[in-house]
DNA sequence: TAGATTGTTAATCGATTAACAATC
DNA sequence: TAGATTGTTAATCGATTAACAATC
């Protein structure tokens, strides 16, 4: 079990080391320095030693890092190399979207059951899977061994049909609603707002850029 | 001009503010203090004067903030009393899913473009929109005064395509993509990488959600 | 062994929180 | 005027960067 206390920041970097080591794995490189890797990423070498020491050593000093075992290490610490099952909650365009969407799944997010209010959508197949009422997530979860949600529907009835989630025993929630959850600590939320994406980019253009 | 040494932290903040108050103003609450804003917003007082300090005062001794004005003051300073156009590039299911949505619209964030590479595509409507060969882009955004360019493509072509979409003067990049721009300056680039989110997301179900 | 580069401690920087005088 | 609450300065906390001894 790794250490409990990593600050949010470091976590949100681990992501993007991943990213890079997978890309360098993939040209063949063996080996990286933190030096190196800090030009790449733009990004200081202390930071990335700083970032890799938070779950132990990684590297050998003199050589440096190997590509290979720290992009694995790094899956390992993001739980990547578990499966998740998963349901997607509103079957509108952006539920839709994801629901086709098939990288996830190569990284072992496995979409099993979609849901939605509308029953002009029921029995919809998206991928193999057929859109079902929202009554049904309860036997569903029980049945299917669902770890994580997606919420995609509107706003309004998001925090009600998080509670209805948490009430299943789902462990994570990753809501495209746009409200805060508030759900009990135990649970995972990760909030994707991307109205909120928006306005930051507005932001930008009209006070420059920095 | 405002001031230009706001912190990213702050500005990421803004557009949640700017949701509250909304809120807020829709169940017609006239006024709200600081620290009645912090109990609601799960944040301290503190930082909440903090933060609208950055850009003038806005509240007033022993009465706290007008919700409206306050309301209409972020909206000014996140540029959301100006319109934006902009084009979708990349037609594929996250493209079409929000060439589909339309709440950007009422922020006034129009769609005046899709592209795609694909000519399956061409000539395919999406909300009066029709999808255009990605050779059309230079002449359509010298002809239709874009902004903003949100970038729905595979990362393969992705950083291509941002460097053509700089040369023709495109001020900000919505950038869906999963790799990293590495744009001018003066180019506003906000990343929405989804699959980093989900992966933040598998951490806390591994390792506890704090 | 000598050179390279990590792991880690110490220094710095920036962001958050606390406190309170100013003022509505 | 008295009470409330901001705007702002000072204190604290945490994150980033620098430096260097440990070691491969």
């Given at each position: 079990m790794d250490d409990k206390n990593i600050s949010q920041a470091v976590v949100a970097r681990l992501p993007r080391y991943y990213r890079y080591l997978g890309d360098l794995r993939d040209s063949g490189i063996e080996r990286i320095s933190s030096q190196d890797l800090s030009k790449l990423m733009k990004v200081t070498a202390s930071q990335i030693r700083q970032d890799f020491n938070n779950f132990g050593g990684f590297g050998q000093q003199?050589?440096?890092?190997?590509?290979?075992?720290?992009?694995n290490e790094i899956a390992r610490?993001?739980?990547?190399?578990?499966?998740?099952?998963?349901?997607?909650?509103?079957?509108?365009?952006?539920?839709?979207?994801?629901?086709?969407?098939?990288n996830f799944e190569r990284r072992g997010f496995i979409v099993k059951g979609i849901f939605d209010n509308d029953p002009d959508l029921?029995?919809?197949?998206?991928?193999?899977?057929?859109?079902?009422p929202v009554e049904n997530i309860e036997q569903f979860i029980k049945e299917n061994d669902i770890d994580i949600a997606v919420l995609t529907i509107p706003k309004n009835g998001a925090?009600?049909?998080?509670?209805?989630l948490v009430r299943?025993?789902?462990?994570?929630?990753?809501n495209f609603a746009h409200v805060d959850l508030n759900l009990p600590d135990h649970i995972a939320v990760e909030n994707v707002h991307l109205?909120?994406?928006?306005?930051k980019l507005s932001y930008s253009i009209v006070n420059g850029n920095r």
């Amino acid at each position: 079990m790794d250490d409990k206390n990593i600050s949010q920041a470091v976590v949100a970097r681990l992501p993007r080391y991943y990213r890079y080591l997978g890309d360098l794995r993939d040209s063949g490189i063996e080996r990286i320095s933190s030096q190196d890797l800090s030009k790449l990423m733009k990004v200081t070498a202390s930071q990335i030693r700083q970032d890799f020491n938070n779950f132990g050593g990684f590297g050998q000093q003199g050589y440096g890092y190997n590509v290979e075992y720290l992009y694995n290490e790094i899956a390992r610490i993001l739980g990547l190399n578990e499966k998740h099952n998963l349901i997607i909650v509103g079957a509108g365009n952006l539920g839709q979207a994801l629901a086709n969407y098939m990288n996830f799944e190569r990284r072992g997010f496995i979409v099993k059951g979609i849901f939605d209010n509308d029953p002009d959508l029921y029995g919809k197949e998206l991928r193999g899977i057929h859109v079902q009422p929202v009554e049904n997530i309860e036997q569903f979860i029980k049945e299917n061994d669902i770890d994580i949600a997606v919420l995609t529907i509107p706003k309004n009835g998001a925090v009600k049909t998080a509670e209805l989630l948490v009430r299943c025993n789902i462990k994570a929630i990753w809501n495209f609603a746009h409200v805060d959850l508030n759900l009990p600590d135990h649970i995972a939320v990760e909030n994707v707002h991307l109205s909120d994406s928006l306005m930051k980019l507005s932001y930008s253009i009209v006070n420059g850029n920095r």
